[in-house]
C-alpha cells in the first residue's frame, strides 16, 4: 500500500496537476497585472464605461480574467468545469455571480435560477453546495430599515413577506434535493436580518441534516461569540447548526462607513486579532463536529493547516460529512487540490453568469485581491516553482 505523505501546500505538481502548460502561462501574465493596483483602479473604472458605449471588450474579459475566476456564462458551462473539477475529487459550491440586480421582477426571476441550479446538482455528488446572497432576492435600504429596527409601512411589510418567502423557496429546493445551501454574509448595517432568516430556515430545514449554513465574518470583532450564541441557540431550538467560516469581504468599506457616521468600526483592530478569532472559531466547530455543519472558507494556509490538523488530533475522518474546505476557483490551488488528494472534503466557489453581469463580482474580486498582503506573490512563486518542475 502506497505510504500517504504528509500534507503539503507547497506540492506544485498535486496543486497544478489540472492545468496545461496553457493554462499556466495564463494565470503568470493574469496575477502579474493582478499584482498593479493602479492597473485594477482603472479596470474599475474602464469596463463599466465600455459595457455601456458597447465596445468589444467582452472577448478580451472573458479569455482573461472571467475565465480565470469563472466557470462559464451558463449552468451548463459551469456544469462542464465541475465535473473537470470532480475528476480531482474537487467539489464546487456553484454561485449565480450575477450582482447589482435591483427591482421586485428581477428579485423574483432569481428564484427559479437558484432552484434550477439546485435540481441540477441534486444527483451529482461534485456540485454539494449552491450559494446565496440575501440582497439577490430583496431591495438594500429595506433590509437597511429591518436591521435598525425602523417601522414598516404595510406596503414595506408586503415586500419583506416576499423576501421571506423567496428565501424560502429555494431553501425548501434545497433541503428537498440535498443540496447544502450557503447563506452568504452582507455589510454589517444589513446584517441582522440575514441572520434572522437563516436562522429561521436552519430551524426549519437542519432537523437532522446540516442544509442551511449562515456566514460568520471573523474580521467583525463580534462574530465569534455570535457564532457561539447560534450555536447554544441552535441546540435550544433543535437543530443542527451550519457555520461557514470566513474572514470577510468588506473592510475597506466598514471601516469607511464608520468613519463617515462617526460610530466606532465593526472590523477587528488587526490582522491578528481576526487570525485569532478564525482560528478559535475553527477548533470550536470542530469540537462540537456531531452537533453543526462547519464550511472553512479561507484562503490562508495556516488556518486551513491548522484545521487539517485538528481534525487529525480529534481523530475527525478527513471526508468527515459535517467538514468542508473551500477556496475561490483560479486562486488557491495549492490549498485546494493538496487537501483533496490527502482526502478532505474540499471545494470550490464557482460563479457563472453572463460576462457583463458578473463583473461587478470580477472587479470585487481583483480588488480585494491586491489588498491581500503576499497573495499575488504565493501564487506567482508557485507557478513560477511549477514551470521549473516541468523545466518550462
Known amino acids: 500500500m502506497e505510504k500517504q505523505l504528509p500534507l503539503s501546500f507547497d506540492n506544485t505538481a498535486i496543486a497544478f496537476e489540472s492545468k496545461t502548460d496553457k493554462d499556466l502561462r495564463k494565470a503568470n501574465f493574469l496575477f502579474s497585472n493582478i499584482g498593479k493596483p493602479w492597473l485594477v483602479k482603472l479596470g474599475a473604472i474602464f469596463t463599466p464605461w465600455a459595457f455601456k458605449l458597447r465596445l468589444p471588450v467582452k472577448g478580451i474579459i472573458k479569455n482573461t480574467i472571467f475565465q480565470q475566476f469563472c466557470g462559464g456564462e451558463s449552468l451548463e458551462d459551469a456544469a462542464h468545469t ?6 480531482y475529487n474537487v467539489g464546487i459550491v456553484l454561485d449565480y455571480g450575477v450582482e447589482a440586480m435591483e427591482g421586485e421582477e428581477s428579485y423574483d426571476k432569481a428564484v427559479p435560477e437558484f432552484i434550477r441550479a439546485i435540481q441540477y446538482a441534486a444527483d451529482k455528488p461534485y456540485i454539494p453546495f449552491i450559494a446565496i446572497k440575501v440582497t439577490g432576492f430583496a431591495r438594500f435600504g429595506l433590509l437597511e430599515k429591518v ?3 425602523d417601522p414598516l409601512t404595510h406596503q414595506e411589510q408586503q415586500e419583506y413577506t416576499h423576501v421571506r418567502s423567496r428565501i424560502h423557496s429555494v431553501a425548501e429546493a434545497a433541503a428537498q434535493h440535498n443540496v447544502g445551501l450557503l447563506i452568504d454574509a452582507e455589510e454589517s448595517w444589513i446584517q441582522q436580518p440575514v441572520d434572522d432568516l437563516a436562522d429561521e430556515m436552519m430551524a426549519l430545514f437542519n432537523k437532522e441534516k446540516v442544509i442551511i449554513y449562515n456566514t460568520f465574518q471573523l474580521y467583525c470583532h463580534d462574530r465569534l461569540s455570535f457564532l457561539q450564541q447560534s450555536f447554544e441557540k441552535a441546540q435550544r431550538l433543535g437543530y443542527l447548526l451550519g457555520a461557514k467560516l470566513v474572514r470577510g469581504a468588506y473592510m475597506e468599506k466598514e ?14 483592530p488587526s490582522k491578528a486579532a481576526t487570525d485569532k478569532d478564525y482560528d478559535t472559531a475553527v477548533r470550536f466547530c470542530l469540537d462540537r463536529v456531531a ?5 472553512i472558507g479561507t484562503h490562508n494556509e495556516n488556518s486551513c493547516m491548522l484545521a487539517a490538523q485538528y481534525m487529525d488530533q480529534r481523530e475527525i475522518v478527513h471526508n468527515h460529512p459535517h467538514v468542508s474546505f473551500s477556496q475561490l476557483y483560479g486562486m488557491s490551488d495549492n490549498i485546494t487540490f493538496n487537501l483533496a488528494h490527502a482526502g478532505y472534503r474540499v471545494s470550490k466557489y464557482l460563479p457563472y453568469g453572463p460576462v457583463k453581469d458578473v463583473m461587478p463580482y470580477l472587479i470585487r474580486r481583483a480588488q ?3 489588498s491581500i498582503a503576499g497573495q499575488m506573490g504565493r501564487e506567482l512563486g508557485l507557478i513560477k516553482k511549477e514551470f521549473k518542475r516541468r523545466r518550462l
Open 147 to 149: 436591521h435598525r429596527k
Open 255 to 268: 471601516n469607511k462607513r464608520a468613519e463617515e457616521n462617526n460610530y466606532p468600526t465593526p472590523i477587528q
Open 82 to 87: 465541475a465535473l473537470l473539477l470532480g475528476n
Open 291 to 295: 452537533q453543526l455543519g462547519v464550511f
Open 368 to 370: 480585494e485581491n491586491t
